[in-house]
């Protein structure tokens, strides 16, 4: 017998110790992080709201209640029960029975409204039924996107849950070895923004953190065949975790599956959604571009069936001698810094990921309070001297005044914007504008990925700010609904319509103008000096975006007859700063400067060289810390 | 065809055109590092004493010319024209002819007259016989290592060749990589003194320095086990580079065939022949602690069957993109600073090993003259900021004032001493004291392995100090020869013989009284007040040497009759230091202050935590370099 299957058997016997003798205990078993008990009394444990806590608190693990099968009342039956007992504002719009586990997978427009108070719908529904319920959200805006991913975990199911019971027993081992260490080595972005990437490893365990590509170097990946990564064979990482979807830090995560490795990817939920997005976009566009792409689009289903979501504030066992818990990271949906907690006690690191310090429209600023820190890998994007940016405040200000000249003299605002995070900062500023009199309320096309990423958004309120998150909650005031939002699903007519109707504002993708649908708004819209072209993000050296600011005016276009050819670009340019998802240098020093506890040593990554150092220098002299600003695959050793 | 055939086709293409028409090439193959030149006129080549080296400076190899098996007069009639050429002086003890590859190997007691003015009577031999003579020294002293070791490999030379062809075709493949990159990865003797070993790492090469055991702490070996060492594969490693034979440094190179490694060990002739001796005793040693010796000694016979041996100042290609060159270390018979020249002109890496500065009676002062060189890791034994030891003078002329005070009361002298070093720095102090008068000449009795190791210093004078090694040369001088040396082989009833007579000197290990011969010693004379107990070596803290130093006089004994008892010392105890292998904190300022070039980085390692990061800090402020005191289990990148 395994030390796993001896384990399953101790905590078993503990468990039936534990619970009234009227509660039967069929199996235990791990599935990834949670320990999932099987009982013939599912209405026993949900009509005591505290045990599944005791429990989870003496075992110190992750505890799922389910229904042994043998005690289910059929589906049909159950069906009905469920319903009656979930009031109808909740809105249900999919319920999904799944008898070899007992769970019922209850799709709402308003979750909330299934869960109850503190829980008290859901156990009751388990107590009238047996069934265990999850509950996801209805996308309040379809996303194809969610409705793929969710349809595909439902399909791979039964493969899903052999998955994860492998993980499970992959977690809980024992331990082997006595020796420690803690060690950081750097496999991308070091002294360079992009292909973002780390190994953390102890004498037992090895987790990658992120794995990305370096846009706009396409050549430049992390350095994954050095022995201390997969140079000695991909099954020998024990995690993957994922701590953003945008392709610095996610674009190469399905290649690892290529590679052979089949374990675990954390990552939020909305995270995961995004990835998936995401990568098939990067796919595509690299068979565009000519390029052969690293991986087949089968590789990114392959990192969504391994996925394992975790929630902010989770912790969870992720390897026997390594907690992993998330906190929001401020900088995109689902963004998170990774705080792990080394051996009972011995040492703790937190990974930054990209994060925004402030509060922004969308999301509340970065979390930096932990239990314990000793090492932080922080990110050093403007961690330059002169790296300060505009004031949100002002930059709306300035943003505003431009649409409204615009549109006062008759003319069109075309905004080239990523489709993940800025988009959705704009919509909000031009909702507000206009709900509140400061715009005119004239229609706001979504062009490119923008509208599904939006519609992502709004699966998981959660993940927004909190007072966003209360508007889409309590007062069905969800911004991202306004009727002035339009998505073009219509092609090159309806852009043509778009072309030739009144006053409007286009925001399309790609954000650095590097093809995409904003392509096809220059030429419907480039030759007319009454509109305006507004560059709200930062536009890489050598980008079409770039070469526009800096005032080239010939721009070379696709022509839809397939010969290339190229217009003069009459519109207004203009340039809007300090809409960036990433925290400024101000930003990144009063993220250390208010961090609880204070890390002893800090790493600044994801920087340019001048970045990281100026960064690494400011935070020695400033907190008396260690810093250092490493070169990619050095290795660092903390214990 | 493979890529390395390819390669040597047009070797003998390029070949076949540069030299002269009659001279036919049969045949051109790799042995290890060496481009070997079969031809059928192995008489012409050796007419013409450039035409080697021409070829050796225009195809950047070391190369090496054998007749073609056919074209060979039989080993008898070559016997007689071998002896007639050579002159009777030379001393010739053995010949042996091996068929397969043309080569003669003689042993002789002057191998300079085997050789003959600038090669002169080798290329007679080959000009008479066509044979190609090979020249080792007789040694004068007879060696059962050197031996052993002779006869090993005379008997495995067949595998030997196969061994030597497949490195040989490792080391000349096509390079993969265009990435760019130099690493060093610390294994061990990170702020502590024992476990030397280190990888140094390209894209296309990974090459192990040391591999060493701790002293006193069995436990703590080479962290060998991470992926960057023999995780990925004990063959993921290119080549093994040996500093020199210390346990310290080679105890485990035998354990890395016990782990599947089967690619080469590069060192010198010396320390192949002293890391035999010395892991044999190693298992030996462990075999009577009762701990499980970590390999067999079938390993040794592996590790040397796999060695190529260096001369100091031979350039080597170990890899497509690196070379080795050994130079003169100063500290033991045969220890080496291991210079790396990384990619052709990329970048330039030294390991000290262990070094002595100055010189000694023994040694030439460590090299520190390099072509180029960036990057400098550096022992640090006594690296701390008032490690500054005694004269050598001030200390030979104490040792001679104790061991004068001993003999002249009637009194015998007991010096525990290592084997290896400092006991043949003794032999010559002592030797020239009785010579010049200074001592009267008694005996000096040599016990443990001292003889033996003597012994191998005298098998390779051309490894010994200038002044040293010319009167072993032309003087007939050999002081390791005087008649007042005596090999203690008798045993027991020998020492018996010893502690009745009169006045003398022992010399016997081991050097920190931790069992050995030395433990005989103190039973027959411990208990004689005229004699001296004279420690004139490093005594670790927990050894018996260091508590009868600090005072303790009742010392266990094994007792004879196998149970163990204690005896009062009654000798005075004396400790003379000043007789380290190691330079002092002044050597090792001095050898950076003098290196040429002066390295941009030194990694200081091998010193226990402060005197690393005293010596660290004391280069950074003195000579304005990059320094580091690393920690084990890091990982630094230079390009």
């Given amino acids: 017998m395994s030390t796993v299957e001896n384990q399953l058997e101790e905590l078993q016997t503990t468990i039936e110790d534990e619970v009234p003798n009227d509660i039967t205990i069929t199996e235990v078993r791990y599935e990834g992080p949670e320990l999932v008990i099987y009982t013939?009394?599912?209405?026993?444990?949900?009509?005591?709201?505290?045990?599944?806590?005791?429990?989870?608190?003496?075992?110190?693990?992750?505890?799922?209640?389910?229904?042994?099968?043998?005690?289910?009342?059929?589906?049909?039956?159950?069906?009905?029960?469920?319903?009656?007992?979930?009031?109808?504002?909740?809105?249900?719009?999919?319920?999904?029975?799944?008898?070899?586990?007992?769970e019922v997978v209850i799709e709402a427009e308003k979750p909330g409204m299934v869960i109850g108070r503190h829980g008290t719908t859901l156990?009751?529904?388990?107590?009238?039924?047996?069934?265990?319920?999850?509950?996801?959200?209805?996308?309040?805006?379809?996303?194809?996107?969610v409705k793929n991913v969710r349809n595909f975990l439902k399909q791979e199911r039964n493969e899903r849950r052999d998955i994860l019971e492998r993980i499970g027993r992959q977690i809980h081992r024992e331990e082997m070895s006595d020796d420690q260490w803690v060690r950081i080595t750097t496999l991308g972005c070091c002294r360079e923004v992009g292909r973002a990437s780390f190994i953390l490893s102890t004498p037992e365990t090895r987790v990658l953190i992120d794995c990305g590509d370096k846009p706009g170097s396409e050549d430049e990946v992390p350095y994954l065949q050095v022995p201390e990564a997969l140079g000695s064979g991909a099954n020998?990482?024990?995690?993957?975790?994922?701590?953003?979807?945008?392709?610095?830090?996610?674009?190469?995560?399905?290649?690892?599956?290529?590679?052979?490795?089949d374990g675990p990817i954390y990552t939020t939920e909305p995270t995961r959604d995004l990835m998936g997005l995401l990568t098939l976009d990067y796919l595509d566009v690299a068979a565009k571009e000519g390029r052969a792409p690293p991986y087949e689009s089968e590789m990114v289903r392959e990192a969504i069936k391994h996925t394992i979501p975790l929630e902010y504030g989770d912790v969870t066992d992720i390897a026997p001698d390594i907690k992993l818990t998330f906190h929001n990271a401020g900088h995109i949906l689902g963004s998170s810094v990774s705080h792990f907690h080394i051996g009972d006690g011995l040492?703790?690191?937190?990974?930054?990921?990209?994060?925004?310090?402030?509060?922004?429209?969308?999301?509340?600023?970065?979390?930096?309070?932990?239990?314990?820190?000793?090492?932080?890998?922080l990110e050093s994007t403007y961690g330059g001297r002169n790296d300060y940016q505009t004031d949100q405040e002002d930059s709306e200000r300035k943003l505003k005044h431009v649409i409204k000249n615009t549109l006062e003299r008759d003319g069109k605002v075309v905004i080239p914007a990523f489709a993940v995070g800025r988009s959705q900062e704009i919509m909000l500023v031009l909702e507000e504008a206009m709900r509140e009199g400061e715009l005119p309320t004239v229609p706001v096309h979504l062009d490119g990925m923008i509208w599904e990423a939006t519609a992502i958004h709004t699966t998981y309120p959660e993940y927004l700010r909190d007072d966003l998150r209360e508007r889409i909650f309590h007062d069905d005031s969800n911004p991202f609904l306004a009727e002035q939002f339009n998505h073009i699903d219509g092609g090159e007519d309806e852009r043509q319509e778009v072309a030739d109707d009144g006053p409007c504002i286009v925001l399309s993708t790609s954000g650095?103008?590097?093809?995409?649908?904003?392509?096809?708004?220059?030429?419907?819209?480039?030759?007319?000096?009454?509109?305006?072209l507004v560059f709200v993000g930062y536009q890489a050296e050598g980008t079409l975006g770039s070469r526009i600011q800096n005032g080239r005016r010939e721009v070379p276009i696709g022509g839809r007859g397939g010969r290339g050819s190229s217009l003069t670009l009459d519109m207004d340019v203009e340039t809007v700063d300090?809409?960036?998802?990433?925290?400024?240098?101000?930003?990144l020093e009063n993220f250390v400067r208010t961090m609880n506890p204070r890390p002893e040593k800090v790493l600044c990554v994801h920087g340019d060289e001048r970045s990281t150092q100026d960064l690494s220098s400011a935070l020695y002299h400033e907190f008396n810390m260690r810093t250092f600003a490493p070169k990619n695959l050095e290795t660092f050793r903390f214990i």
Same sequence: chains 1, 2.
């Fill in 123 to 145: 156990r009751e529904i388990t107590q009238e039924t047996g069934w265990t319920p999850e509950v996801v959200r209805t996308p309040p805006i379809e996303s194809s996107t």
């Fill in 236 to 261: 020998s990482l024990d995690a993957v975790v994922l701590t953003h979807a945008h392709l610095d830090h996610s674009a190469l995560i399905p290649l690892l599956f290529k590679y052979g490795y």
């Fill in 40 to 102: 013939r009394d599912p209405k026993r444990f949900a009509s005591d709201g505290d045990l599944v806590r005791q429990l989870a608190s003496q075992l110190r693990k992750r505890i799922t209640v389910r229904p042994d099968p043998a005690s289910l009342s059929r589906a049909e039956e159950a069906r009905d029960q469920v319903l009656d007992v979930i009031p109808d504002e909740a809105g249900v719009t999919d319920l999904d029975f799944h008898i070899d586990t007992g």
């Fill in 578 to 587: 300090g809409f960036s998802g990433h925290a400024d240098r101000q930003g």
């Fill in 347 to 377: 040492y703790n690191v937190a990974f930054s990921g990209d994060i925004h310090y402030d509060d922004t429209r969308l999301f509340n600023g970065a979390v930096n309070d932990f239990p314990r820190v000793e090492t932080l890998v």
């Fill in 512 to 532: 650095m103008m590097e093809g995409g649908p904003i392509m096809s708004w220059l030429e419907h819209l480039g030759s007319e000096a009454d509109s305006t």
